[in-house]
């Protein structure tokens, strides 16, 4: 039998804490992954909008998120447990907390950042930097306070103790993704629909995005990054400074195969459905495969990691579907399909795939916090495109709208040569490329 590795405090500590960074530097890293995704999912005339909302979520976020966000979790993590508030705000002078204030930050971008797919092409640029705010400063911060703060849904939060165990979400399927999927589900609702999406009928009418290789390659900077995500979620050495080598073995092998599982079953659903296979499609399936075993990967048996990837990813395309078609939601990027339902699917499915045997109890904890982090989705999101919509007014016109939102918002043409006679100065961009489906058609 092989023994645990042991070492001294010291080095354990300073092993952490470089780890801490090394996946903080990795999970930023995703965000060109997320601009690259989205760009090429929109048209060309509107890329240099979707990078403007990307480097926002970041630079703004990152201000938001430290002076108000890493410290309103910990409130909310106070009063929905019934603990001592203390000095929630403390970090702000301590040094020592900055690493785990990064930690946290790079994860409040994330959440912010997968609403900019779903209300691409149509949304005011300065109502969206309100919404890039308030979900860095107050929205995600609530769901981290009443989970991993150990506030309402954790096993000393007022459900967690009612209900006799904590809610688990390792690294966020629900906390961060599934957040990030119905926050830009209810903003493209509020929104609205792209001027072309629907004809007279009210049928979806495909708007191509304009570089599926933009796409996918932001897929695979994405898939990289999620590494950091989950296995960096885990310490190297234990709190008793023992290394946690079978933990990171199990996170990297059921991240790994929950990705292989998502492609291959979207890429087969995808044929399914149109008659050849998707490469987009198969690029969101392996998206929605790590999203729904982010929450699980130390939880469950590899072969549960790699079944609950492939419902994730077999479950994009007509999940998309129902939300363009039924809903009548104009979601862009299909963040819903991709992070919102893939998240939830993926968490409240942990028990049945558990290492040690399924749960009952848990299962209910489980379902319970999906619900819960959902709620909360929906209504502050809600609060926060209506108060945006009062305040500077949720849609760019028409006009803008036909122009594109780089010329009409930023004054830019991110493709020049698309522009007649090559000038900037041309209010329009000719083409959108030419693949065959945005994310979904």
């Known amino acids: 039998m092989t023994v645990p590795l042991q070492v001294a405090p010291e080095v354990a500590a300073g092993a952490n804490t470089i780890w801490a960074l090394v996946v903080a530097f990795l999970i930023f890293f995703m965000q060109p992954g997320f601009a690259l995704l989205e760009a090429g999912q929109v048209r060309a005339k509107n890329v240099g909008n979707v990078?403007?909302?990307?480097?926002?979520?970041?630079?703004?976020?990152?201000?938001?998120?430290?002076?108000?966000?890493?410290?309103?979790?910990?409130?909310?993590?106070?009063?929905?447990?019934?603990?001592?508030?203390?000095?929630?705000?403390?970090?702000?002078?301590?040094?020592?907390?900055?690493?785990?204030?990064?930690?946290?930050?790079?994860?409040?971008?994330?959440a912010a950042t997968i609403v900019s797919g779903a209300v691409a092409g149509r949304m005011n640029f300065t109502a969206y930097v309100f919404v890039a705010a308030v979900m860095t400063a107050v929205i995600y911060p609530v769901t981290t306070g009443m989970t991993w703060a150990g506030g309402l849904l954790s096993a000393n939060g007022f459900i967690g103790q009612a209900l006799g165990a904590g809610y688990l979400d390792f690294a966020g399927a629900t906390v961060v993704h599934m957040l990030g999927g119905m926050a830009g589900l209810m903003g493209a609702k509020m929104v609205g629909p792209r001027k072309e999406r629907y004809d007279e009928n009210g049928d979806a009418q495909a708007i191509p995005g304009h570089s599926m290789l933009l796409a996918v390659l932001g897929t695979f900077i994405l898939a990289f990054g999620w590494y950091g995500f989950n296995v960096g979620t885990s310490s190297i050495f234990s709190?008793?400074?023992?290394?946690?080598?079978?933990?990171?073995?199990?996170?990297?092998?059921?991240?790994?195969?929950?990705?292989g599982a998502g492609g291959l079953a979207a890429m087969a659903v995808s044929g399914a459905f149109q008659g050849k296979p998707d490469p987009l499609w198969t690029a969101n399936g392996i998206l929605a495969g790590l999203v729904a075993v982010t929450g699980a990967v130390p939880h469950v048996t590899w072969w549960g990691g790699a079944i609950l990837g492939a419902i994730a990813g077999a479950l994009v395309l007509p999940t998309y579907r129902w939300v363009v078609d039924s809903l009548k939601i104009d979601d862009v990027c299909g963040v819903f399909a991709v992070h919102g339902s893939a998240g939830a699917i993926g968490t409240a499915l942990i028990?049945?795939?558990?290492?040690?045997?399924?749960?009952?109890?848990?299962?209910?904890?489980?379902?319970?916090?999906?619900?819960?982090?959902?709620?909360?989705?929906?209504?502050?999101?809600?609060?926060?495109?209506?108060?945006?919509?009062?305040?500077?007014?949720?849609?760019?016109?028409?006009?803008?709208?036909?122009?594109?939102?780089?010329?009409?918002?930023?004054?830019?043409?991110?493709?020049?040569?698309?522009?007649?006679?090559?000038?900037?100065?041309?209010?329009?961009?000719?083409?959108?490329?030419?693949?065959?489906?945005?994310?979904?058609?």
């Open 51 to 110: 990078l403007m909302k990307n480097m926002t979520d970041w630079t703004l976020g990152v201000l938001a998120y430290f002076i108000v966000g890493f410290g309103l979790s910990s409130v909310v993590g106070a009063l929905t447990s019934g603990s001592a508030i203390g000095s929630p705000f403390a970090y702000l002078a301590d040094p020592t907390a900055w690493v785990g204030w990064l930690v946290g930050a790079v994860f409040a971008m994330t």
């Open 239 to 259: 709190g008793d400074n023992v290394l946690l080598s079978a933990q990171l073995g199990r996170v990297a092998l059921v991240t790994t195969l929950g990705m």
């Open 351 to 441: 028990p049945v795939f558990a290492v040690g045997g399924f749960s009952v109890g848990q299962l209910i904890v489980q379902v319970v916090g999906v619900v819960v982090i959902g709620t909360w989705a929906v209504v502050g999101s809600i609060v926060t495109f209506g108060i945006a919509d009062a305040l500077f007014g949720l849609r760019v016109s028409d006009e803008e709208e036909e122009t594109g939102l780089d010329e009409s918002e930023h004054g830019v043409s991110v493709y020049p040569e698309f522009v007649a006679g090559g000038s900037r100065e041309s209010p329009t961009v000719s083409t959108d490329g030419g693949y065959g489906g945005e994310a979904d058609d």
